[in-house]
């Protein structure tokens, strides 16, 4: 009879083989990314646009990475919180992927952040823009902006412009607060004057009633910020209360003249003031390559600054996967950090410290180009250098 003592022992050497067998498995296996969008819904367009960036990315490097093949696994969470969440919990324990992107709004961030922590998969921010995301857990990296980022520089130009009277208009939610926050505290500083401060919801908005409100204040402008894929609506309803014709300027971030939709809002968008850290118009080399390889693979699509996110956030998880040779957790976060490159929006950076990106903010103007088959754009006439979120430096 064999004792009982060794049976133990081979029973447990076969275990440990079992396991070394799956650790050699997964390290020859295919490494996944997870890429959680709003494929579906009102945020569509954000996913359209990082999902056709990210294709475009794979498309133009390949899908290998450390010898091993890179498997990118799309799902859509409609931009629902409890969607993203329960998808990434899958993607972590299912898929057992190294990293997951995408993130279209901010509570969808905010709801995955503590499974990035728990699990120690990094969570790369492609798209959304509320200034304390990055705080919500130390796994997250961001490739996109924040809104303290790109609304402090136009409360500066504004003031320099002689508006002295605004009336501010936001969505409803996180990244609304910090726009708000940010252009108002700015604007006041320099001693402009807010007189109103208006919210429309995120969901379905109807402008009508606060265009009315902003007609009765007269301020010399009114600064907007609306997440993208409301440009449209906002300009359309603008245009038909006759706010265009009312002498009152219309100051906004990028979000709101975004290229997505732009070339269609027509001439009522002609003359806005805006600024953001993308245009498809950016005059650079690199940015050049970047659009026509995108139209090139999408009927002529216009990429917008979601499409960026989405294409820097493949570079920084590729360079992050070649150094960490296909390892996900504590490796492969470390290697995002500190990263630099030039994007096709500019030179960016990835803060080691808050792992949030600094990058350059243009002041623009939207016009006609004639030499860019005379469409609209957003046309950069200034440009602040290598800023870092203001929301960061308490
Ligand atoms: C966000 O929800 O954080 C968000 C979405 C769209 C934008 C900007 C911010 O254009």
């Known amino acids: 009879m064999i004792p009982k003592r060794l049976v133990l022992k081979a029973a447990l050497g076969l275990v440990v083989t079992a396991c070394g067998a799956t650790a ?186 606060v265009l009315q409100k902003v007609l009765d204040a007269k301020p010399d402008a009114l600064f907007v910020f609306l997440p993208s894929g409301q440009g449209a609506t906002f300009m359309k309803q603008f245009a038909e209360r006759g706010l265009d014709k009312s002498g009152i300027r219309l100051i906004a971030t990028g979000d709101v003249t975004d290229d997505d939709q732009l070339n269609d809002m027509g001439d009522v968008t002609l003359g806005i003031i805006n600024s953001h850290h993308y245009s498809a118009a950016h005059p650079s080399a690199t940015n050049k390559k970047f659009v026509e390889a995108f139209q090139a693979a999408n009927k002529g699509m216009r990429p917008n600054f979601m499409a960026v996110g989405g294409y820097d956030g493949m570079r920084v998880i590729y360079k992050a996967l070649e150094a960490s040779k296909g390892a996900g957790g504590d490796a492969l976060l470390a290697a995002m950090k500190g990263q630099i490159f030039e994007s096709p929006r500019g030179q960016v950076l990835i803060d080691a410290q808050t792992r949030d990106i600094v990058q350059d903010i243009y002041i623009r103007k939207v016009e006609r180009v004639p030499s860019m088959g005379n469409g609209l754009y957003n046309v950069e006439f200034d440009v602040i250098k290598a800023v870092k979120d203001p929301g960061k430096q308490k």
Do not use: C
């Open 24 to 209: 050699h498995a997964a390290d020859t296996g295919p490494i996944k990314i997870g890429l959680i969008l709003p494929m579906t819904g009102q945020q569509a367009s954000t996913g359209r646009q990082i999902d056709a960036a990210v294709k475009l990315w794979v498309a133009q490097n390949g899908n290998k990475i450390a010898g091993r093949t890179v498997e990118v696994i799309l799902k859509d969470d409609g931009a629902v919180p409890d969607a993203t969440k329960r998808i990434a919990q899958e993607l972590i324990v299912n898929d057992k992927v190294a990293v997951i992107a995408g993130f279209g709004i901010t509570p969808t961030a905010l709801a995955t952040a503590p499974l990035g922590t728990q699990s120690k998969t990094p969570l790369v921010v492609m798209a959304a823009a509320t200034s304390s995301i990055t705080e919500a857990s130390p796994y997250i990296v961001r490739t996109s902006f924040t809104l303290p980022q790109a609304t402090t520089p136009l409360a500066d130009w504004a003031i320099k412009n002689k508006i002295k009277k605004v009336v501010t208009l936001v969505a409803d939610y996180g990244p609304g607060f910090d726009a708000e926050k940010y252009f108002d505290s700015q604007f006041r500083l320099n001693g402009g004057q807010v007189l109103d401060k208006l919210r429309t919801p995120l969901r379905a908005p109807d402008f009508a009633p």
